[in-house]
């Protein structure tokens, strides 16, 4: 059974950092690309960041670009997220999704999501 | 705003066919990219429905079925039920620019 399970969400104050990982489990970790996915209270789904399988090739979100960065550890089969220099507009949930294909393909599982406040 | 647009809401009774529509443009669907669905159940998290080629996950009913036209897409459920109440996305791939992935706004779809 596939599973991604997220972790590191929290309230941080803006400005402030945090890192995001997601474990994942039941499939060939290292084949797959990894994106994250957030979504605000109440709003619809935005992507954020990819990451292919090797972790040599990255692509990120304007609206991240410069304080965002994705990457992952295939020996430990881990997803992860460093959040710098958060604003208030980077509250959601973020959600952890593999890509089994490429570009086109769809992103086949989800995990449950880790929620980051970003508050005074 | 969403590169995708998707009406806000739908509705209708259980056992009716809905259909719910998601408009794109020339630098994504109109380019070919497949355009995929996922489903929302009141407070869990997002999972795929449907992907663009009319493939379901398992354990998802052929009542649920996608079709591509120009720069539209629409996901189709006929015999409506009680548990399809949920809010649903559409996704497919931009080429402006540098590229990216690009999602509806979501449609919630009320059961009566």
């Known amino acids: 059974e596939v599973q991604l399970v997220e972790s590191g969400g929290g309230l941080v104050q803006p400005g402030g950092s945090l890192r995001l990982s997601c474990a994942a489990s039941?499939?060939?970790?290292?084949?797959?690309?990894m994106h994250w996915v957030r979504q605000a209270p109440g709003k619809g789904l935005v992507w954020v960041s990819r990451?292919?399988?090797?972790?040599?090739?990255?692509h990120d979100a304007d609206s991240v670009k410069g304080r965002f960065t994705i990457s992952r550890d295939n020996a430990k089969n881990t997803l992860y997220l460093q959040m710098n220099s958060l604003k208030a507009e980077d509250t959601a949930v973020y959600y952890c999704?593999?890509?089994?294909?490429?570009?086109?393909?769809?992103?086949?599982?989800w995990g449950q999501g880790t929620l980051v406040t970003v508050s005074s | 705003q969403s590169v995708l647009t998707q009406p806000p809401s739908v509705s209708g009774a259980p056992g009716q066919r809905v259909t719910i529509s998601c408009t794109g443009s020339?630098?994504?669907?109109?380019?070919?990219?497949?355009v995929h669905w996922y489903q929302q159940l009141p407070g869990a998290a997002p999972k795929l429905l449907i992907n663009?080629?009319?493939n379901r996950p398992s354990g998802v009913p052929d009542r649920f079925s996608v079709s591509k036209s120009g720069t539209s897409a629409s996901l189709a459920i006929t015999g409506l039920q009680a548990d399809d109440e949920a809010d649903y996305y559409c996704?497919?791939?931009?080429?402006?620019?540098?590229?990216?992935?690009?999602f509806g706004g979501g449609t919630k779809l009320t059961v009566l």
């Open positions: 999704v593999s890509q089994g294909g490429g570009y086109y393909d769809e992103f086949d599982y």
């Open positions: 039941g499939f060939t970790f290292s084949s797959y690309w």
């Open positions: 990451i292919n399988g090797d972790g040599g090739s990255t």
């Open positions: 020339n630098s994504n669907i109109g380019t070919g990219h497949d």
């Open positions: 663009g080629n009319n």
């Open positions: 996704q497919s791939y931009d080429t402006s620019l540098s590229g990216y992935w690009v």
